[in-house]
Each structure stands twice: as C-alpha cells, then as structure tokens.
C-alpha cells in the first residue's frame, strides 16, 4: 500500500490478556517507531527499529511491553497481561532514512486499545 | 529537562478567520522542530519541519515561524476552513549522543465553526 498500515483498528481485551499490534511500515522504509497516545495527550515515544535493529526501547513503561521487527519490515507490538493504563492509541510510524529525527515520519492510522 | 509546551490548549474560531498556536521549548542541544497536524482519529501528518537556520516556512495556509534565541515557535493558519479542525503538536528534535530524540508537545486542540 502506499501508506503505513496498522491491524487491527481497535482491540478490545480483557484485563490479563495478552495482545499483539501490527504495523506495516511503508515499503523500504529503515526507520520504524512505536508511540502511545493517551486520549488528550501527546504521542509517547515507545522503541525505534532501524532495520531489524531495536536500538532504542527506552519508551517501553514496563517489561510487560515486546517489539519486534524480525525481517526489518513489518513489525508487532506485543503486551502482555494487559492493565487498564494500558487502554490508548498506540500509532507506528517509518521514515526512508536511517536519521529518523531529521527526516519525516509517517504514520498510521493507529490502533485503539480497550483493556477491560 | 528536555521539555515542549504548547499553548493554547484548545481553540475554538469561526471559518475564515486567522489564528496562531504557540511552541516554547526547553530543548537543548536543538536539531530542528516540526509541526505536525493530527485529525481525530488518524496518525499525524507532518506540516512543517524547521532546522535552527530557519525563520520561517509555509505549506500552504500554514505558516511557520521560528526564533531559536527565545526557543520559541508558532503556527499561523490563515483563512481557516471547517477541514483544519484537529489538534496541532509542536516536536522537537534534540541531539542526544549519536542519536537525537524527539520530544513531544501535548498538542493544541482547534475547532473552527461555521
């Protein structure tokens, strides 16, 4: 497709559970993020794959949080026994380049947690 | 602290009018600053992005200025249409060692009525 895509849209889980979030970043796209956007705020930065390479995952609140981005293309956010505070949009975004703060992200359309 | 702050929160106009939100950053060593444009429900989509060379910057009715002495930023919107109802988030690109860091604004809310 010609933009970054995220499956599903909306994710109800209950608390617990655990969920997987994919993203397909644009095509020969380096740069790969994860951000969560809580309703009101701002996205917060989660990881940062360039490539296959996770080299930032400062972001991730806490060891219940898992990237992955095995063939440096599509990518899965994966949380595991899901708390309420987990319930937010998490977006993903790519950009061509391997400086990714410079040059321009694009993003997905996200996908809206609901942990019950 | 790396920090952005936005103002106003929200902003209600009415169509055809001017309005302007503001950026102050506490962003050091600076990189560039963008301005990114998310509609309710959609990702962000960028609208202007700035290194610290540059003053101002359009794309389309969207003005962009920016004053890296007083570490502040604004976005102009002229002539505003029904369509740039969506909240506005002022980024900033710090560097950090080898890499830089984005640190995000919460964003302005803007309504434009008819």
């Known amino acids: 497709g010609a933009g970054v895509s995220q499956s599903p849209r909306y994710k109800v889980a209950k608390r617990g559970q655990d969920v997987a979030l994919r993203c397909d970043p644009i095509s020969g796209h380096v740069s790969l993020f994860w951000y969560q956007q809580a309703l009101g705020q701002g996205p917060e930065f989660l990881t940062y794959?360039?490539?296959?390479?996770?080299?930032?995952k400062s972001g991730l609140p806490s060891d219940r949080f898992f990237a992955e981005r095995p063939e440096g293309s599509v990518s899965t956010l994966k949380i595991q026994r899901t708390q309420q505070e987990d319930s937010a949009v998490y977006l993903c975004a790519s950009s061509l380049a391997t400086d990714p703060s410079y040059n321009e992200q694009f993003f997905g359309p996200g996908t809206r947690l609901t942990v019950l | 602290k790396n920090q952005v702050e936005q103002s106003p929160q929200s902003l209600i106009i009415l169509e055809g009018k001017n309005c302007t939100l503001q950026?102050?950053?506490?962003?050091?060593?600076?990189?560039?600053l963008r301005w990114y444009k998310q509609d309710t429900g959609r990702g962000p989509v960028s609208l202007t992005i700035?290194?610290?060379s540059e003053n101002t910057k359009s794309n389309g009715r969207y003005t962009a200025t920016l004053d890296a002495d007083t570490k502040q930023s604004s976005l102009h919107i002229t002539a505003s249409q029904l369509s740039d109802s969506a909240s506005y988030i002022c980024?900033?690109?710090?560097?950090?060692?080898?890499?830089?860091?984005?640190?995000w604004g919460l964003g302005t809310s803007l309504a434009v009525n008819p």
């Open positions: 950026c102050n950053y506490t962003v050091s060593p600076f990189s560039n």
């Open positions: 794959f360039q490539n296959e390479a996770q080299l930032d």
């Open positions: 700035m290194t610290f």
């Open positions: 980024v900033v690109s710090a560097y950090a060692g080898n890499n830089r860091k984005l640190i």
